[in-house]
């Protein structure tokens, strides 16, 4: 319990630093994987799957491939999406040569989810290319990772901004 509520702690102090900026920042002092090479893997997936959002005219399909089928990404602006064709085809259309997203360096965070896969937190920026001196602003995201068998797929997303 400690440890959460040191780790809420420095969130809160992030967020009042960061203001509405996008800025690189190290792991919590206090964040430490408990399963290292689980961590290894899920930001190796978080790297994959955005990859194949920044570069989604490309890789549509790689984006598509990584969702769970039965999805449901909650967004505090755009509200509860729960059908994969809906939010690939929104990305295609909203997101793809438009926006990118930058991960900032060393925010993630995973804990196992025993049975199931494993959650990510960490914070990311999205920049416009359309409008390339628009701020970028930070944001706290959450992804639950669903493994079966050696394939790991987007099961739930949480993305605030």
């Known amino acids: 319990m400690k440890k959460q509520i040191q780790y809420l702690l420095t969130t809160l102090v992030l967020f009042i630093v960061a203001g509405n900026n996008c800025f690189a920042q190290d792991k919590p002092a206090n964040y430490i994987p408990d399963?290292?090479?689980l961590y290894k893997t899920i930001v190796a997936m978080?790297?994959?799957?955005?990859?194949?959002?920044?570069?989604c005219n490309l890789k549509l399909e790689k984006y598509a491939s990584m969702y769970a089928d039965n999805i449901e990404?909650?967004?505090?602006?755009?509200?509860?999406?729960?059908?994969?064709?809906?939010?690939?085809?929104?990305?295609?259309?909203?997101?793809?040569?438009?926006?990118t997203r930058e991960l900032q360096k060393g925010s993630i965070e995973v804990y196992a989810i025993p049975g199931f896969?494993?959650?990510?937190?960490?914070?990311?920026?999205?920049?416009?290319?359309?409008?390339p001196?628009?701020?970028?602003?930070?944001?706290?995201?959450?992804?639950?990772?669903e493994?079966?068998?050696?394939?790991?797929?987007l099961s739930r997303v949480v993305s605030l901004h």
């Open 73 to 99: 990404f909650y967004h505090d602006r755009g509200g509860l999406s729960s059908v994969k064709k809906d939010i690939v085809e929104s990305t295609r259309i909203n997101v793809c040569g438009k926006v």
């Open 133 to 145: 001196n628009a701020p970028s602003h930070m944001a706290r995201f959450m992804i639950i990772w």
């Open 35 to 37: 399963d290292p090479a």
């Open 147 to 153: 493994q079966k068998n050696n394939d790991w797929k």
């Open 117 to 131: 896969g494993a959650v990510e937190f960490g914070f990311h920026c999205f920049h416009n290319k359309l409008e």
């Open 46 to 55: 978080d790297s994959i799957f955005f990859d194949a959002y920044n570069n």
